[in-house]
Nanobody, 123 residues
Framework: QVRVVESGGGLVQAGGSLRLSCAAS????????MGWFRQAPGKEREFVAA????????DYADSVKGRFTISRDNAKNTVYLQLNSLKPEDTAVYYC????????????????WGQGTQVTVSS
């Protein structure tokens, strides 16, 4: 079993940056693909980024490609999401998730979810 806790959210001006962290507990963290999702008010949760257990492969939503970077440190049981060139439309609660399948994370198929961290981008 894996428990994930997000941190690093906050209020930032458009064009600014944030780094989100997701700390995971559990001996098998390194075997899971990890992903980030977000949900804006009144909208459905959407896929943002995913990373394979090895860190070799990553996947991004078109809306964040080139601006966000996902990475992981298996020694620290932590996955990161670097958010650059933030836009007001990036405002959302960001969730971290762990899943057995890297390819299925884009579809939101994850076994473990965190509680989320709020990111607010002002114009």
């Amino acid at each position: 079993q894996v428990r994930v806790v997000e941190s690093g959210g906050g209020l930032v001006q458009a064009g600014g940056s944030l780094r989100l962290s997701c700390a995971a507990s559990g001996r098998t963290f390194s075997s899971y693909a990890m992903g980030w999702f977000r949900q804006a008010p009144g909208k459905e949760r959407e896929f943002v980024a995913a990373i394979r257990w090895s860190g070799v492969s990553t996947d991004y939503a078109d809306s964040v490609k080139g601006r966000f970077t996902i990475s992981r440190d298996n020694a620290k049981n932590t996955v990161y999401l670097q958010l650059n060139s933030l836009k007001p439309e990036d405002t959302a609660v960001y969730y971290c998730a762990a899943g057995a399948g890297f390819n299925s994370l884009r579809a939101g198929l994850a076994g473990y979810w965190g509680q989320g961290t709020q990111v607010t981008v002002s114009s």
